[in-house]
Nanobody, 125 residues
Framework: QVQLAESGGGLVRTGGSLRLSCVASGRTFNLYTMAWFRQAPTKEREFVAYISPFDENTHYADSVKGRFTISRDNAKNTLYLQMNTLRPDDTAVYYC??????????????????WGQGTQVTVSS
């Protein structure tokens, strides 16, 4: 099974940008579709963005569409999330997760594996 490790979080002001990274190990990276999720205090973990194995398909939550960009570098076994125009309601722990590429697209956390420890993103007003 794939193991994932997120990094790149931090404290940023409203309107600022951050780039998150997620490094995968253990299995061939391009066998997986990948996704970003986030969890704010007292809230359930929610879907943020999705990317298919060779970038042919991406999906975004409505709340981040036009501000966030998901990408991947299969040669580096790395997933990215470029976050621009950040807002206080983007404050959360961000997680990456994997799903076998043979399975259908889904935004449910129950359908993904390989969860890392997450990286904290805090946006101040």
């Amino acid at each position: 099974q794939v193991q994932l490790a997120e990094s790149g979080g931090g404290l940023v002001r409203t309107g600022g940008s951050l780039r998150l990274s997620c490094v995968a190990s253990g299995r061939t990276f391009n066998l997986y579709t990948m996704a970003w999720f986030r969890q704010a205090p007292t809230k359930e973990r929610e879907f943020v963005a999705y990317i298919s194995p060779f970038d042919e398909n991406t999906h975004y939550a409505d709340s981040v569409k036009g501000r966030f960009t998901i990408s991947r570098d299969n040669a580096k076994n790395t997933l990215y999330l470029q976050m621009n125009t950040l807002r206080p309601d983007d404050t959360a722990v961000y997680y990456c997760a994997a799903r076998s590429a043979v399975l259908m697209y889904t935004t449910s956390t129950r359908d993904y594996v390989g969860w890392g420890q997450g990286t904290q993103v805090t946006v101040s007003s």
